[in-house]
């Protein structure tokens, strides 16, 4: 199958910053629509953003203005910048692709491939 390989997450400081990545060498991500999801301990797993084909993105209200997804075409790898991170924001981040359907980009069982997860954490 597919393998999405994500890195980037880590341990910051509220406020502080980190940038995701996630890649793969089996196809081209121009070709697919592709998110950022993550799971927190407890609760269910969230959308946080999407980028569909077009490079038109979508996020999550919580994230709004502080992070933001992108595609490097070149290097075929998505981005999820994460700025003035907060102690909510905690969790286990996921990169998700190709759609099988049409529907909500939030809808994480609309999603084929998937990475394996990093871990993201945010001391107050």
């Known amino acids: 199958g597919v393998e999405l390989v994500e890195s980037g997450g880590g341990s910051v400081r509220a406020g502080g910053s980190l940038r995701l990545s996630c890649t793969t060498s089996q196809y081209r991500f121009r070709y697919f629509c592709m998110a950022w999801f993550r799971q927190a301990p407890g609760k269910e797993r969230e959308g946080v953003a999407a980028?569909?084909?077009?490079?038109?993105?979508t996020y999550a209200d919580a994230v709004k203005g502080r992070f933001t997804i992108s595609l490097d075409h070149v290097k075929n790898t998505i981005y999820l910048e994460m700025n003035s991170l907060k102690p909510e924001d905690t969790g286990v981040y996921y990169c998700?692709?190709?759609?099988?359907?049409?529907?909500?980009?939030?809808?994480?069982?609309?999603?084929?491939?998937w990475g394996q997860g990093t871990q993201v954490s945010v001391s107050s």
């Open positions: 998700a692709a190709r759609c099988l359907y049409s529907g909500i980009w939030s809808d994480r069982d609309r999603y084929y491939y």
């Open positions: 980028i569909d084909q077009s490079e038109s993105s």
